[in-house]
């Protein structure tokens, strides 16, 4: 028996339009996920932005204000898309109001506001499923497999890349993500909470880290008008990037490997260039976003020279097979958003968590805090980690 559940979308930027596709597609890909999401309502502040979602995907109505969205008993689900400033006053209250949350990453502005809101979840006793989509590809799944399975032996040492021009131009606007007070810590919560994730998932806890941050453009011109995404705004009057473009930090895992993780939101010829390196004593298996559904591996007993084979991800890999029939047809960004639906959703039908969850996030942003700590001190820090 397929049931209803009402979802609200809160902030239709990028990611409010990526969540809402993902939902009007979950079905397409996993007819037998227990429930069907009805798109019930979009909170947006700017002007027609909520109409114009309403009347592309069929929200049965709009607001302005989100707390709406939180007293509506046709609501169980919400989608917190909105801006990070926002993240922790929103889903605590949706969880208080018994709301389901599906947020994005990084969950606030800092360790403490991604606690917040995993506390809300939990006593609330709702579910709670964060967009670290990266983790739900096939071949970041495999990778997973194969590394806790031993193939490539020890895991020895680890490099993890996010690097982007998506603010390199310096016309683009200074919009809520260059401040402080409004986007956190720049490139940390917004690049690097992936990486942050993605060790996690590959290779264990972090024990300590040391880092180092930048600023490389100090200027940004305020946009005229409402902004999405990553706008221009040529000609507007200049202020200060009050957050970091750039991090690097060497990593110890508890597992005793040793890691690399970078991040650059302004790095001029680079897009979405994102993945990892990871070498252990027998092999090694590469991953990179742009190629996301091939991954390099290494493995044998050659030590040297040992060769280097593509495997193009299949039905056997992650949750590929609710995607294409057959390895090398290619799965795209969006279908990782469609795996994180369905895992949020069967989460919801079965009271119990798939996929990232709050925890997770709380991981994730505790490493972030560490390296804003290292970088400040000049010294190694050591996360504090939830128990
Ligand atoms: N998982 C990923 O790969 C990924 C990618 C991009 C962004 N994100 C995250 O998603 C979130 C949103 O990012 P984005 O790129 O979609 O930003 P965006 O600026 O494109 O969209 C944010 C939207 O929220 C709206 N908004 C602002 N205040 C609001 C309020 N009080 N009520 C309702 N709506 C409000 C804005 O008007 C805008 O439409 C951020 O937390 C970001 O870190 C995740």
């Known amino acids: 028996m397929v049931e209803a559940l009402g979802v609200a979308v809160v902030g239709f930027g990028w990611m409010g339009r990526v969540h809402t596709q993902a939902y009007a597609r ?41 707390r709406e969205v939180a007293a509506d008993p046709r609501i169980g689900a919400v989608s917190i898309t909105a801006p990070n400033f926002l993240h922790r006053e929103i889903a605590v209250a949706m969880a208080e109001a018994g709301k389901h949350i599906w947020i994005e990453k990084p969950v606030g502005l800092t360790a403490g506001d991604a606690r ?113 995404g990553h706008s221009r705004a040529a000609g ?48 090694a298996v590469y991953w990179d976003f742009r190629r996301m559904n091939e991954l390099g591996v290494s493995r044998g007993t050659a030590y040297q020279d040992q060769p280097v084979s593509t495997v193009y991800v299949g039905p056997g890999h992650g949750e590929f097979a609710a995607f294409q029939p057959g390895a090398a047809n290619a799965m795209g960004y969006d279908d990782l958003k469609v795996v994180e639906a369905h895992r949020f959703l069967r989460s919801v039908a079965e009271g119990t968590p798939y996929g990232a969850t709050l925890t997770d996030a709380v991981h994730s942003a505790a490493v972030l805090d560490a390296m804003a700590r290292s970088a400040e001190r000049g010294t190694w820090v050591v996360p504090e980690l939830p128990g």
């Open 26 to 66: 979950v079905r397409h890909h996993y007819p037998r996920l227990a429930l069907r999401p009805e798109l019930v309502t979009v909170a947006e502040e700017v002007p027609g932005r909520a109409e114009e979602a309403a009347a592309q995907f069929g929200f049965a109505s709009t607001t302005r204000d989100w």
């Open 116 to 228: 917040a809101v995993a506390d809300a979840v939990a006593k609330a006793g709702v579910q709670g499923a964060v967009g670290f989509n990266y983790r739900n590809a096939p071949a970041v799944e495999a990778a997973r497999d194969l590394i806790g399975a031993g193939e490539i032996g020890t895991v020895t040492h680890v490099r993890i890349r996010l690097f982007s021009d998506y603010a390199a131009h310096p016309e683009s606007a200074l919009t809520w993500r260059f401040e402080r007070e409004r986007g956190g810590s720049g490139v940390l919560g917004d690049l690097a909470s992936h990486g942050a994730d993605l060790a996690r998932f590959l290779l264990g806890d972090i024990a300590s880290l040391t880092a180092d941050t930048a600023v490389f453009l100090p200027e940004r011109a305020r946009p005229a008008a409402a902004t999405a």
């Open 236 to 283: 507007g009057e200049p202020g200060p990037v009050e957050n970091e473009d750039y991090v690097n930090c060497l990593l110890r895992f508890a597992s005793g490997a040793r890691g690399v993780l970078e991040a650059c939101r302004v790095s001029v010829g680079e897009q979405n260039n994102y993945g990892f390196e990871v070498h252990g004593t027998t092999g």
